[in-house]
């Protein structure tokens, strides 16, 4: 992994997640761990964010690197009309590694293609969201004690939600059993639909959340995300289609986990958070482990 950007999960083999999974345990175990001196981070973000964006900069804090960057692209030279090309350029100069979130797809490809230090993708556009994606993998195999042939619930926004299309393709290497329900308006990409028909894995569409509630493992819920849609009608009509309460959680599985990326606005009622199956502020945690596992590997210190 050691100078490789992580652009897409595809980018990494199943054996590499689980080299990070495990180097994350190790860190969950030692968070404070002075590696990283000497080394500067650069994170970069173009569009909103809290935990991406503070789990990578207390990662790096925590193993004892500096940071820089913004979390506001106006105060940035990109609103003086700078290419993203000439940003990454310059900032590739400061930095040993760049961390950025971008609102267009794509977009971390094209800065990994001119960067001179290692890019991660912390998110661009409706495309994919890698990290959160080897962080929700560490939370399955922490709830589960495994990742192998579990069934897996996604509800809510699947076409632009991209933690939910970095996380589709990494579990079909577990022979995952894909529960999929979302409104008609924002099913599952054919594109990440293939992933799982090229490994001939089972998943089922459903509009209807109770008829998943009680058959899986792990409960993904997502946030119908307002800022993806062109057209604010097409929001109005989807926005509320999914509530959790802890009422229709009565007759769920024991191990039954239920995982959210976050932020969350309706979508999971707050009487859901004491319930013990509820683990989304768990999952944010891992972050932090997850991100000093990357960050160490990418730079070759680990
Ligand atoms: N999960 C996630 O990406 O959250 P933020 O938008 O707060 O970074």
């Known amino acids: 992994m050691k100078n490789r ?7 990494f083999t199943k054996e590499e997640y689980l080299r990070i999974l495990e180097l994350a345990q190790h860190f969950e175990r030692n968070p404070i761990q002075k590696i990283l001196e000497g080394y500067v981070v650069a994170t970069l973000f173009f569009e909103p964010s809290t935990r991406t964006r503070l789990s990578f900069e207390s990662a790096v804090n925590r193993l004892g690197g500096k940071v820089i960057g913004f979390s506001d692209a106006s105060v940035s030279s990109t609103s003086k009309g700078e290419s993203l090309a000439d ?3 310059t900032v590739s100069n400061y930095s040993d590694l760049i961390v950025m979130r971008h609102p267009i797809e794509g977009s971390a490809r094209w800065a990994s293609e001119v960067a001179s230090v290692p890019i991660i993708n912390a998110g ?3 495309n994919q ?7 929700d993998l560490y939370t399955i195999l922490q709830t589960q004690g495994t990742l192998d042939n579990l069934h897996v619930a996604f509800v809510g926004d699947l076409k632009y939600g991209r933690t939910v299309h970095s996380n589709v393709i990494a579990l079909t290497h577990f022979n995952t059993t894909f529960h999929l329900v979302s409104p008609e308006e924002l099913k599952l990409p054919s594109s990440v639909k293939m992933h799982i028909k090229e490994k001939q894995l089972e998943y089922y569409q459903y509009t209807d959340i109770q008829e998943v509630i009680n058959k899986v493992d792990i409960l993904y819920m997502t946030r119908i995300q307002r800022e993806r849609f062109s057209d604010p009608m097409e ?6 289609s999914y509530i959790l309460t802890n009422s ?7 191990n039954l986990r239920i995982l959210h990326p976050l932020p969350r606005v309706n979508e999971i009622a707050y009487d859901v958070d004491a319930n013990p199956k509820a683990y989304y502020f768990q999952q944010a945690l891992n972050g932090v482990y997850v991100r000093q596992a990357l ?5 070759g210190l680990v």
């Not at 929001?235 to 509320?240: A, G, H, S």
């Open 124 to 126: 661009d556009g409706a």
């Open 87 to 89: 940003t990454i350029r």
């Open 129 to 135: 969201h890698p990290t959160q994606c080897l962080l």
């Open 235 to 240: 929001y109005e009509r989807v926005k509320n």
């Open 5 to 11: 950007s992580l652009v897409s999960i595809t980018d």
């Open 295 to 299: 960050i160490a590997s990418i730079l």
């Open 248 to 254: 229709m959680l009565a007759g769920a599985k024991n």
